[in-house]
């Protein structure tokens, strides 16, 4: 038997489903296509991303990434009309996961690089996430939770359960759904 | 009512070890001793760990408890669900099985699951003991013996019927429900003492209502001198057949993130308390125990149903689950004990509720703009012991969990159930949760839940009582611990929490624990 494990080990991640050999094994079903594009491709499809200060673990281009997502997954409607943009989720999950073991953020970022390439990867369009125009990401996220893929559908679940989470969370948002606020503080007199 | 406040532990300084008074030590604010001695040192502090504590050092014996989780009080249990689900779950509330169909909420915290539940106190049914005793050879569980364990378990919880002033409007929409299709259904036992209804039970109480082990096993412990320190995480068991054992335990920062400094505890005795999950996960990596430790696993994972309603329900006041429709259940299942299903009312806070939905964009927007007029419940159906917990050779965890199709047969016929049940006291529509969203708008379209595929990853199953991974058996043939929770292979490493249970207990396992640690250390008394 093993002895004590690392730290880095010990706990559980959202992003645990994503071991390396399914990741590469993902990676090869869809080597067809990233292959067509090649490496230096790939990063001149990417583009750049505007710099982001601050962050203590995602880099600008994966900021970016999970900023094309709440746009889609948590859009400013007529029954909330609250801008998940303008509560910077992203740097939420940025500071959850400095606190992180290093193997869930690797994991992580094996997620945020399929999300960004999806596009390529699964519907062989030369183009990235952040790339496309909000209504084809909108309906092309959508897919991800209806995929026959079960890593898609692990994908879309693991990041529709932080960022609903973290979203409905707020303050701002409970008006919108019915919600007074904790109890304790409405006993209190200290929420509406 | 008052909390019960821990005294902190006064530190003294001894050659060769270190010693502490009765009681709490949060060993992320000072640095740790660098060997801690005991007679005997019990890894976690939930309803099997603080009981067992509580019975040992009343009766003189030299106890050290360890918890990964720290003392969570009053106003810091804010209601919140980011704040919360970080601190009071294991994995930040992020666990889950091996695919993520199952999400496994494992409390991490002072007094463990009991201070995360809904306080439903259901004891192990008869039928369930009956069965035990009978097909798996536990003599201890047989019903007439294991009686006074199950009263003095009931005790400990200042257990009562919810009054009927307090089911709240949602679960009262179940009942209705229930009643009008003729279906038989209770209003739960609970162990709340001065409830308030504030509504947020999963997330602990700030004006700690629960009778739960923090409440009164941990004091009780703390008072007839028994040491606690908090922050600290049990990572192995080494020299498990001699007669000091070596634990090694990390500490953590305050807010449980990061491992900070080693210390090694030397216990006569270790009894491993951590939930049925840590517990097997702690005996794998240690190399501790036989073939079955880590097998056997029940997850029972439960299903959210929610009927959408014309008005305002404000399920998220009032007590959460008081009512539940018992008419499918079945307590003494010839093969299995526990089988059928139950509906649970059940509710909980926005950020947890919008976790489960299955929408995203303007239709996640849509759905939840609801909240207030949803009356939501959990079918729970007891699973058969199928599942494993891995530990890889890296240390990392695997919940290996394949939904068996009798399984997915019952939850069917319970949310086919649910979905008239809810039609029935007047919901608009019933929405089942999955992907794709099945909603269900008249009796008629209720068969529709026999489409539900339960493909992985497609139906937001919630795991509370995990059970099994260590199982008590008479023959080391069968099972990893022994009649008295002694791990086989071991000198006295004991596991005292529902690891051992063959089979599923009950539809909620803390009175079980209780009732099962009470037994299994009044037995440890009688030899030490």
Known sequence: MGGVPNEASSREGLFSFLSRRRFLKVSLVAGGAVLGV?????????????????????????????????????????????????MDLPREFDDFLADEPEQNVRDLQKALVLIEFGPLVFDKKLTTFSRLDVAERTAHWNEWALSENLLRRQVSIATRKFFNLVYFDQEEVWPYIGYPGPSMKRAQGVMP | MAVHWLPRAVHETRAGGHAVTGGITDLSKQPP???????????GSGCGGATAAHLLAEAGHEVVVL??????????????????????????????????????????????????????????????????????????????????????????????????????????????????????????????????????????????????PRMVALPKAVEAGARIFTRARAVKIGKASQEFKEITVRTLDPRGYHEQSELRVRAKIVIVAANAIASAQLLLRSGVGNSHVGRNLTLQPQLPIIGIFNERIAAFDGIPQSYAVTEFEEEDNAEFGLWGYRIEGIMGTPGIVSSLLPFSGAAGMEGMA??????????????????????????????????????????????????????????????????????????????RAQELSFAPATAPMVSAHQQGTVRFAASERDGGADLNGQVYGTREVYVFDSSGYPTSAASHTMTPIIASSRMLTTKLLTRI
Not at chain 1, 39 to 67: F, I, K, M, S, W
């Open chain 2, 33 to 43: 001793p660098e060997a801690i001695t005991t007679e005997i040192c019990i890894i």
């Open chain 2, 370 to 447: 609801q909240y207030d007029r949803m009356a939501a419940s959990l079918l729970l159906a007891p699973d058969a012991p199928s599942g494993q917990v891995e530990v890889a050779r890296d240390g990392r965890l695997t919940i290996r969990y394949d939904q068996r199709a009798d399984h997915q047969e019952r939850l069917r016929h319970a949310a086919e159930m649910a979905a008239r049940v809810y039609l029935e006291a007047g919901a608009r529509e019933v929405l089942l949760p999955t992907t794709p969203p099945l909603v269900i708008r008249s009796a008629r379209e209720a068969k």
């Open chain 2, 67 to 212: 918890e990964e989780g720290r003392d969570l009080v009053g106003s810091e249990r804010t209601q919140r669900d980011g704040p919360m689900y970080d601190q009071l779950f294991m994995d930040r509330g992020g666990r889950a099985s091996h695919d993520l169909s199952v999400s496994v909420l494992q409390g991490r915290v002072l007094g463990g699951g009991g201070v995360v539940n809904t306080c439903d106190v259901v004891p192990i049914p008869e039928g369930v003991l009956h069965h035990w005793a009978t097909k798996y050879g536990l003599e201890d569980f047989a019903p007439v013996r294991f009686k006074r364990f199950t009263d003095d378990a009931l005790g400990d919880l200042s257990a009562s019927r919810i009054p009927e002033s307090m089911v709240n409007p949602a679960n009262n929409k179940l009942r209705q429900g229930a009643e009008g299709l003729g279906l038989r259904g209770e209003v739960m036992m609970h162990n709340r003492v001065g409830c308030r209804g504030l509504g947020t039970c999963m997330i602990g109480c700030p004006v700690h209502a629960k009778r739960n």
């Open chain 1, 38 to 86: 090649g490496g230096g491709g790939l990063l001149a499809l990417r583009g750049r991303a505007p710099n982001v200060d601050g962050l203590r673990v995602l880099d600008a281009h994966e900021y970016r990434t999970l900023q094309s997502l709440v746009e889609v997954m948590l859009p400013k409607t007529d029954a909330i009309p609250i801008d998940a943009a303008s």
